[in-house]
C-alpha cells in the first residue's frame, strides 16, 4: 500500500494543472480583499447610527472561502476524473487491482498538499481582509460583533484553522465526486452545485428553514466549529459534520469504482451518501435547542403585544421560608429566540421601580432586542412588587404622604406616624402579602423562574431599581449567574454615607449644565440671568416662607425642600435633546415660583402623580424599606442632613427624600446591605449615563474582572430606551462574554 500511496503522490506532484490550480487558488484571497474595500467604500458613507447596524465581515474568510472550495475541490476531482479522460485508468487498475485501494491511495497525498493549502489560504484571506478595513475592523456593530474579527477575538484563530482544514475536506469530497461521476465536467457542475447554488438556495428559504439548512452548508462549519458566528450547531456537532462530508463522499467514490455500469455505481454512490449523511451526529447539543420548561407559553392576550411574544405565569410561595404554604401568580413574558442562530440561553431582564412590570418592558421594547434575540430567548416578569398586580389596592399603592425634612424630634415622631399610617391603609388589605415585598423574595423568585426555564445559568439586564434584586440573586444563588449587566442600577452596597458622597456631586453637576444650558437657549425662561442665584435665592426664601400655589389651600405650598423634590426628576432628565423639553418647564417654574406662583412645579408633578406634591409611594416603599433604604435613626438622619449641607449648595436635602419615607415603617428590613461573594462571581458589566453612571460602576467594580461603559449623556436605562452605542457592548458581553476595556464611553449621536 506503501508503494501506491507514493506512486499517487509522484502523479500529484508531476501533474502541472495541479500547480496551476494552486496557483488560481490565490483568486480567493483577492476575492477577500476586494470585498473588504468595497465593505470600507460602503462604512464610510454611512452616518454613525447606519454603522451600528452594518453588517460584519466576520473573520474574512466569507466571500473567498467557497472560490478556495471549488478550487481545492477541483484539484481532488481531476486527480481521479483525469485518467478516465485520458485512459490512464485501465493501465492504473492493472497495476493496482483491488479498485478501493487505488482510490484510497490518492488521499494522503491530496490530504497533505490541500492542509497545507487551506491554511495558507485561510490566513491570506484573513490578513487581507483586515489589512484593507484597517482601523475600521474593530467598529463595535449593534449585534456585538466588530466589523472584523482579529485573530485575538475568542474563537477567530480557531475559525480560521477550522476554514483551512475545511478546504481539505472539500478536497476529498471532490475526489470522491469525481470516482462517482468519472467525468470532469460533470463533477465540476457537481461541485458548483454543492459550493454555489446550494447556499444560495438556503438563502432564499423563509425562515427558520434558511438557518436549519445553511447551518449544515460547508462554508459555515469553520465558524460554528470555532463557536462563532451564525449556525445553529454545537461545534462538537460541526466537527463530526466536516468529518463525515468527506467520509461519505469517499465511501461514496469506493462503493461506486468496485462496481461496474456507470447506472448501478452512481445508484449505489448516491444511496451510500444519503445513508451516511443521514447518519452524521447532527448532534447539536442541550445548548443548541432550548431546554425543556415547566411553563405553559402561549400567545399573549394584550393587543399591544408583538405577535411572537409569549405569556405564561408561575406560582411561587409568598413567604419563602413556607415555600408550601400559600402561593401567588406572577406575569412572564418571553420574546423567544429568532431561530436565526445557535441559542445561547435566556437572558432575563430585571424591571425597575421597584414596581415596574418586565412584561412591559419587553413589549415596549422588543424592537431593541432584536439582535440579541438571534442567541437567546429574552424573558421577564410582573415582580411581585408590581403596582397592578391585583394582590393589594393599585390606587392605594399609588398614595403617600408628603415627605418633609423634620427640624426636630417631635416632628421626626409626626412623619413616622404618616409613614405608618399610609403604610397600614395599604397592608390591612393582606398584611402577610405586605410583609414580604422585599428583593430578596423577589431574587427567589427570579430564581424559581429559572428552575421553571429549565436553564442551568441565567444571563441578566438588570435596570435601575432591578439592581437591587440583582445583587440579591447575586448573594443567594452566584454560581446561576452566567453574565450580569447593571445598567444605571440602584447601589444598595453603599451606605447612606457613601450614597451622599457619590449622587449630591451628580446633581450638582447637573445643574450646572441646567444653568449653562439656560444661559446659551432662548427658550429658556431664565435666559440672560444668573440661574443659580435665582435659585438659591427661590429655596432659602421657600424655607423661610413657602412658596403658595395659585387657588390651592395653604399646606399645598412648596417650601424649599418641596422645590428640591419636585424639581429633581426633570433636572436629571431634560427630554429629548436639543429642544429639552422638561429642562423648558423646569425654567418656567422656577420663574413662575420666584414671582410668587409655585403652580409650574405643582402642574406637572400632579400631571405626573395626581397630587400637588410629590408623594412618596407606598408602592415603592414597601421595598425600600424592607430592602434598608431608610435610616437607622434620628441621629444617622441628622447627620446625613448635615453632609448635604456640605455638599450640595444647590439641593441640600434632595438625596433624604426616600430614606425618610422609611422612618417609621411597619415592616422590618429583611435584605440588609450585605457584601457580594465576589470570588463566586462571573465579571459583570456596568453601563449608566452622566447621572447613573458612578453607581452602577462602584457596584459593578467590586467583581474582579468586571467593566463598565460611560455614556457622556442624559438618560437612564441605556438598554430599554434604545441607545444603540450601549446596546452594542452590552449584546457583545452577553454573546460572548468579551468586556470592553476599561475607559469605554459612548456619545449620542456617534
Not at 485520458?86 to 484510497?104: D, E, H, K, N, Y
Not at 468529518?243 to 465511501?251: F, I, M, N, R, S
Not at 445557535?342 to 425597575?352: A, D
Request: contains cysteine; charged residues 15%; proline residues 8%.
Amino acid at each position: 500500500m506503501i508503494d501506491v500511496i507514493a506512486s499517487e503522490w509522484l502523479k500529484l506532484r508531476s501533474l502541472r494543472s495541479n500547480l496551476y490550480l494552486l496557483a488560481v487558488s490565490l483568486l480567493a484571497v483577492l476575492l477577500s480583499a476586494g470585498v473588504a474595500y468595497l465593505i470600507t467604500r460602503g462604512f464610510d458613507g454611512q452616518s454613525p447610527e447606519e454603522r451600528l447596524r452594518f453588517p460584519s465581515n466576520g473573520d474574512g474568510l466569507g466571500n473567498g472561502l467557497p472560490v478556495a472550495y471549488f478550487v481545492l475541490g477541483a484539484l481532488g476531482a481531476l486527480a481521479i476524473t483525469s485518467e478516465y479522460s485520458t485512459g490512464m485508468i485501465r493501465t492504473s487498475l492493472a497495476a493496482v487491482p483491488r479498485r478501493q485501494a487505488f482510490l484510497l491511495a490518492k488521499v494522503p497525498g491530496l490530504a497533505a498538499v490541500s492542509l497545507v493549502a487551506g491554511q495558507v489560504l485561510g490566513f491570506a484571506m484573513h490578513f487581507a481582509g483586515q489589512a484593507v478595513l484597517g482601523e475600521r475592523a474593530g467598529q463595535l456593530l449593534l449585534d456585538g460583533r466588530t466589523l472584523g474579527t482579529p485573530l485575538a477575538e475568542p474563537g477567530v484563530l480557531i475559525g480560521v484553522i477550522a476554514a483551512g482544514v475545511s478546504m481539505a475536506a472539500v478536497t476529498l469530497i471532490g475526489l470522491g465526486l469525481g470516482a462517482v461521476i468519472r467525468s470532469t465536467p460533470g463533477s465540476l457542475i457537481a461541485l458548483i452545485m454543492i459550493l454555489f447554488v446550494l447556499p444560495v438556495v438556503a438563502r432564499t428559504l423563509p425562515a427558520p428553514l434558511r438557518a436549519q439548512l445553511g447551518s449544515f452548508m460547508i462554508e459555515n462549519l469553520p465558524s460554528q466549529i470555532a463557536g462563532v458566528g451564525g449556525g445553529l450547531l454545537s461545534p462538537p456537532a460541526a466537527g463530526a459534520l466536516l468529518a463525515a462530508y468527506p467520509v461519505a463522499a469517499l465511501t461514496a467514490g469506493a462503493v461506486a469504482i468496485a462496481l461496474k455500469g456507470r447506472r448501478v455505481n452512481v445508484l449505489a454512490a448516491g444511496v451510500a451518501v444519503i445513508i451516511l449523511a443521514g447518519a452524521v451526529p447532527a448532534v447539536a447539543d442541550g445548548s443548541a435547542v432550548p431546554a425543556p420548561s415547566t411553563l405553559a407559553w402561549k400567545a399573549c392576550p394584550d393587543k399591544d403585544a408583538p405577535p411572537e411574544m409569549r405569556c405564561a405565569a408561575i406560582q411561587v410561595p409568598v413567604d419563602w421560608t413556607e415555600p408550601s404554604g400559600r402561593k401567588i401568580a406572577l406575569p412572564l413574558g418571553m420574546l423567544p429566540a429568532t431561530g436565526t442562530e445557535r441559542r445561547i440561553g435566556t437572558v432575563f431582564s430585571i424591571p425597575g421601580g421597584p414596581g415596574h412590570s418586565g412584561v412591559k418592558d419587553l413589549k415596549k421594547s422588543a424592537g431593541g432586542f432584536m439582535d440579541l434575540r438571534r442567541r437567546f430567548d429574552v424573558v421577564s416578569f410582573a415582580p411581585r412588587n408590581t403596582f397592578d398586580l391585583g394582590v393589594l389596592s393599585a390606587q392605594c399603592l399609588a398614595s403617600g404622604p408628603w415627605i418633609f425634612l423634620p427640624d426636630d424630634r417631635v416632628q421626626h415622631a409626626a412623619l413616622a406616624e404618616a409613614n405608618r399610617a399610609s403604610a397600614q391603609r395599604c397592608r390591612k388589605a393582606d398584611p402577610e402579602f405586605f410583609g414580604h415585598l422585599d428583593s430578596a423574595s423577589v431574587a427567589r423568585d427570579v430564581e424559581a423562574v429559572r428552575v421553571a426555564l429549565g436553564e442551568e445559568k441565567l444571563s441578566f439586564i438588570a435596570t435601575s431599581y432591578g439592581g437591587v434584586p440583582a445583587v440579591a440573586y447575586a448573594r443567594l444563588f452566584p454560581s446561576r449567574i452566567r453574565a450580569m449587566v447593571m445598567d444605571g442600577a440602584v447601589n444598595q452596597l453603599l451606605d447612606r454615607a457613601d450614597n451622599d458622597r457619590m449622587s449630591y456631586p451628580t446633581v450638582e453637576r447637573q445643574f450646572g449644565r441646567f444653568a449653562a444650558w439656560c444661559g446659551a437657549t432662548t427658550s429658556c425662561a431664565l435666559h440672560g440671568e444668573d440661574v443659580g442665584a435665582i435659585w438659591r435665592r427661590l429655596v432659602t426664601g421657600a424655607d423661610r416662607s413657602p412658596v403658595p400655589v395659585r387657588g390651592e389651600p395653604p399646606e399645598a405650598a412648596y417650601t424649599g425642600f418641596d422645590l428640591k423634590v419636585a424639581a429633581a426628576p426633570s433636572l436629571i432628565s431634560p427630554g429629548p435633546e436639543p429642544e429639552s423639553p422638561r429642562w423648558v418647564q423646569l425654567a418656567e417654574a422656577v420663574r413662575r415660583a420666584a414671582e410668587g406662583d409655585a403652580s409650574g412645579f405643582a402642574d406637572y408633578v400632579k400631571q405626573a402623580t395626581e397630587s400637588l406634591k410629590a408623594p412618596s409611594f407606598v408602592g415603592m416603599n414597601m421595598t425600600h424599606c424592607p430592602d434598608g433604604m431608610g435610616y437607622g435613626s434620628y441621629e444617622e438622619y441628622q447627620e446625613g442632613r448635615r453632609r448635604g449641607g456640605r455638599l450640595s449648595p444647590n439641593f441640600a436635602g434632595n438625596e433624604q427624600w426616600h430614606p425618610l419615607a422609611c422612618v417609621g415603617w411597619p415592616t422590618p428590613v429583611t435584605n440588609p446591605r450585605a457584601p457580594l461573594p465576589v470570588e463566586d462571581l462571573p465579571p459583570f458589566l456596568g453601563v449608566g449615563t452622566w447621572v447613573d453612571y458612578a453607581g452602577s460602576a462602584d457596584l459593578v467594580l467590586r467583581v474582579p474582572g468586571s467593566s463598565t461603559v460611560r455614556y457622556e449623556g442624559h438618560g437612564h436605562g441605556l438598554y430599554l430606551s434604545g441607545d444603540t452605542c450601549a446596546i452594542a457592548h452590552v449584546n457583545r458581553y452577553l454573546t460572548s462574554l468579551r468586556l470592553p476595556p476599561a475607559g469605554t464611553a459612548c456619545r449620542p449621536g456617534r
